[in-house]
C-alpha cells in the first residue's frame, strides 16, 4: 500500500513538473510519453480517474493515519525495555512518525490540487464536476 502512495506521489510531482514547464517544452524528462502524445503540448485530463485518485489520495491519507495510530497503540501497551527499545523509540519520535506525518499531509494537499484541477477542467469543459 505504502508503496502505491509513493508511485502516485512520483506521478504528481512528475506530471506537476511536466505542466509547469509545458509552456518552455520538454523538460526534465517531460514531453513525449510514448503513447502517442506530447505531455509539453496536452492540456486535461480524465475526470473519472482524477475523482478516483482524489479517493485515493484521501483513503491512502486516513489509513497512514490509521498506522501511526495502531504503532503507538501497540508501543503503549506492549513492556519493552532496553537499548534496542530504546533506539526505536527515539527513532520512532524522531524519524518514522515525522516522516509518515509528513506523508499524510502531503496525500491530504495532493487530494487538494487534484480536486481543483479536476473541478476547474470540468468547468473549462463544461462537463461537469
Known amino acids: 500500500m505504502l508503496i502505491m502512495v509513493v508511485n502516485s506521489l512520483y506521478m504528481l510531482t512528475y506530471l506537476k513538473t511536466c505542466y509547469m514547464v509545458s509552456n518552455q517544452g ?3 524528462g517531460c514531453g513525449s510519453t510514448g503513447k502517442g502524445y506530447d505531455m509539453s503540448i496536452m ?11 482524489e479517493g485515493q489520495f484521501g483513503n491512502e491519507a486516513v489509513a497512514v493515519s490509521d498506522l501511526i495510530t495502531r504503532i503507538e497503540g501497540h ?6 525495555v532496553g537499548r534496542y527499545a530504546d533506539e526505536f523509540r527515539g ?3 524522531g524519524e518514522f ?5 509528513q506523508l499524510v499531509e502531503a496525500l491530504g494537499q ?4 487534484v480536486a481543483s484541477n479536476r473541478q476547474n477542467i470540468a468547468a473549462a469543459t463544461g462537463q461537469g464536476a
Open 97 to 101: 512518525r515525522p516522516a509518515l506525518n
Open 43 to 53: 492540456v486535461g485530463a480524465n475526470l473519472e480517474q482524477m475523482a478516483s485518485l
Open 91 to 93: 527513532k520512532w519520535e
Open 110 to 113: 495532493a487530494q487538494t490540487v
Open 75 to 80: 508501543m503503549t501497551n506492549t513492556t519493552w
Open 26 to 28: 520538454p523538460q526534465n
